[in-house]
T-cell receptor, first 114, second 112 residues
Framework: NAGVMQNPRHLVRRRGQEARLRCSPM?????VYWYRQLPEEGLKFMVY????????ESGMPKERFSAEFPKEGPSILRIQQVVRGDSAAYFC????????????FGPGTRLTVL | KNEVEQSPQNLTAQEGEFITINCSYS?????LHWLQQHPGGGIVSLFM???GKKKHGRLIATINIQEKHSSLHITASHPRDSAVYIC??????????????FGTGTLLAVQP
């Protein structure tokens, strides 16, 4: 049973470009959380999604950031017009059920904005 | 004040020593997680607790719900235990979400 997969593992973008980060949950999991780890800072919650629904986006920056989890395919975290302050490690975690406390983490995507 | 506080922030130990990392939280929770992260690496889930004590190999985690406190112990520490250990709580939001609130982590270095 493959674990949570994220790709790419490393992503380099220039200021103003778009970044798309993908997260494929574990088989049978329909809930995805995205977390961000800024350099020298702790992890922070961004968004919680179920298939085709955003349940909690209280941690998402108000502009440039969006997330989706379509019926088919991976969850996508999209950052438009990236700035240097977006450089961070982005982790997703999947859970098998609504409100499920157990979360399984992916390896992360490290975004560098030049 | 952070909702999840860890101590110490940094810890250096000699190989073989018994190590304790503490975590205190101020919110109602449905579960508490202990996570491990190597520099530049991914996150590994070590334990998920809602009560009592769990043991896995040389690692032991305890939680006291009344005191809102958890500890992670490492017995017979080894240099390969060197990593950042992160306490995270799944806040109780009525069951709709269990987003995690993280401590700032404890950087452990075990010297041979």
């Amino acid at each position: 049973n493959a674990g949570v997969m994220q790709n790419p593992r490393h992503l380099v973008r220039r200021r103003g470009q778009e970044a798309r980060l993908r997260c494929s949950p574990m088989k049978g999991h329909s809930h995805v959380y995205w977390y961000r780890q800024l350099p020298e800072e702790g992890l922070k919650f961004m968004v919680y999604l179920q298939k085709e629904n955003i349940i909690d986006e209280s941690g998402m920056p108000k502009e440039r950031f969006s997330a989706e989890f379509p019926k088919e395919g991976p969850s996508i975290l999209r950052i438009q017009q990236v700035v240097r302050g977006d450089s961070a490690a982005y982790f997703c975690a999947s859970s098998p059920e609504t409100g499920g406390v157990e979360q399984f983490f992916g390896p992360g995507t490290r975004l560098t904005v030049l | 004040k952070n909702e999840v506080e860890q101590s110490p922030q940094n810890l250096t130990a000699q190989e073989g020593e018994f190590i304790t990392i503490n975590c205190s939280y101020s919110v109602g929770i449905s579960a508490l997680h202990w996570l491990q992260q190597h520099p530049g690496g991914g996150i590994v889930s070590l334990f998920m607790l809602s009560s009592g004590k769990k043991k896995h190999g040389r690692l032991i985690a305890t939680i006291n719900i009344q005191e809102k406190h958890s500890s992670l112990h490492i017995t017979a520490s080894h240099p390969r235990d060197s990593a950042v250990y992160i306490c995270a709580v799944a806040g109780w939001y009525g069951g709709a979400t269990n987003k995690l609130i993280f401590g700032t982590g404890t950087l452990l270095a075990v010297q041979p």
